[in-house]
């Protein structure tokens, strides 16, 4: 197998390894290449209470056993943009010959992404709540320019996917509510990298593919104002299809290739409080099995196949938030979350290039009228400062550098009450 060929399925490992949402920063989301911003509902609470609060149609995704909870029929449509800051410094690089190269430093990949969700739900009865949430639940975007330190381990990395997730929900009783949902996915991946042996040449690297899944909650109301929710989210096992695309590189072909892989299931538990007209507040903790991430199988129209190892831990988030009812009107909201990441440092890749990270969030929800109402929210996300030893096939090439990132997240959504 030439280096050109097996480079190029490097790449596309890495691609099918951060399948996500269309263009979405991996800086500027949850742990690695996961996606929380499913709604603006939560996001100036830092995505605390998710499960418990019920207080829209987007619970629907969140925890289905929240449809209970809602009084009337209700459309949501929201729109999420981040924008990410990372910069690699102090850099060094190997071609895949081996040899010392020299490129842009610092270099500060792109990474930038605007996100949209549209929630439904339906009251049946006072038993049966239905909804319909269409969401991506993973996520991935940077791009370095090609003549980057990075080149030879990233240059783009663009990846999509739409979730559109179907629910149902009943009321067992005043205190207790079940709810589960159905998740059918397609992704999409398109990967470039550089490459060198005689010449400078480039790899492209396209897939996609269906993945199916689900997730159940329970809602639970010990007193009149206190929620509990437990949200469980499957696993997926993408299977797709893709073929490389090899430019500037003589002797060398397209194939065709399949791979399948192993996305962490979750579980939620978070808890929401109302202490007196005016406050409530809410906690969370999120445990996700990213150790399934083991390994990555790829299988070539020539006969080859490639492996490559991940290693991932399973990581936890923390999120607290606090709401103010201002007026009858305005309720002003707050957060903070520290986030693990479930990548290690020996194995910190280019395209995710991803470290703990800190959560603090502004947010306003403003009552128009009984049908319309309007929810803004801001989050600064901190990262830990990192760095990357990575190594391509054969160990021949390599990146080693600094790492230092944050991001910015500003959130709209309307909501619109059938009355």
């Not at 981040?82 to 990949?109: E, F, I, M, Q, S």
């Not at 739900?121 to 709540?129: A, I, P």
């Not at 403003?366 to 400062?385: C, E, L, M, P, T």
């Amino acid at each position: 197998m030439s280096n050109y060929s097996t480079y190029a399925r490097k790449g596309l490992k890495a691609v099918l390894a951060v399948i996500g949402f269309g263009v979405v920063s991996q800086q500027a989301t949850a742990a690695s290449f996961a996606v929380k911003e499913q709604s603006v509902t939560y996001l100036g609470n830092a995505f605390a209470g998710t499960s418990s609060a019920a207080l829209d149609a987007s619970t629907g995704f969140y925890n289905p056993a929240g449809l209970s909870e809602l009084k009337h029929d209700q459309l949501i449509v929201a729109a999420t943009y981040l924008k990410a800051r990372v910069k690699l410094y102090n850099a060094t690089t190997k071609d895949t010959a081996g040899t010392t190269r020299t490129g842009n430093l610092p270099t500060r990949p792109k990474s930038s992404a605007l996100i949209p969700g549209v929630h439904l739900s339906h009251k049946v009865n006072n038993k049966y709540s239905l909804g319909l949430s269409v969401v991506a639940p993973f996520g991935l975007s940077t791009k370095y320019t090609a003549g980057d330190i990075a080149r030879y381990m990233a240059t783009e990395s663009k990846l999509s996917s739409v979730d559109v997730s179907p629910s149902v929900s009943y009321k067992v009783n005043n205190r207790f509510s079940i709810g589960a949902a159905l998740d059918f996915i397609r992704v999409k991946a398109t990967l470039a990298a550089n490459t060198r042996v005689a010449s400078e040449g480039r790899v492209i690297n396209k897939a996609s593919g269906w993945t199916y899944g689900y997730h159940f909650g329970l809602l639970y109301k010990p007193s009149a104002v206190t929620k509990m929710g437990l949200a469980y989210f499957s696993g997926f096992t993408p299977r797709v299809k893709g073929s490389e695309l090899i430019v500037n590189v003589p002797g060398r072909s397209s194939a065709t290739l399949t791979a399948n892989m192993k996305l962490p299931d979750r579980i939620n538990y978070s808890v929401t409080h109302k202490y007196t007209d005016e406050w409530t507040t809410m906690g969370e903790l999120e445990w996700t099995h990213w150790s399934r991430l083991k390994f990555l199988r790829l299988n070539f129209s020539d006969g080859n196949s490639s492996t490559e190892y991940f290693f991932y831990k399973n990581a936890f988030r923390l999120s607290l938030g606090a709401d103010y009812k201002y007026s009858g009107r305005i309720t002003l909201k707050s957060g903070i979350s520290f986030e693990q990441t479930p990548v290690q440092d020996n194995y910190r890749s280019a395209r995710v290039p991803d470290s703990d990270r800190l959560w603090l969030a502004l947010g306003v929800k403003y009552k128009y009228n009984k049908h319309v109402s309007i929810d803004a929210g801001y989050a600064h996300v901190f990262f830990r400062n990192a760095t990357i030893a990575q190594k391509g096939v054969g160990n021949s090439s390599a990146l080693y550098g600094n790492y230092k990132s944050s991001a910015d997240i500003v959130g709209l959504q309307l909501t619109w009450n059938f009355v």
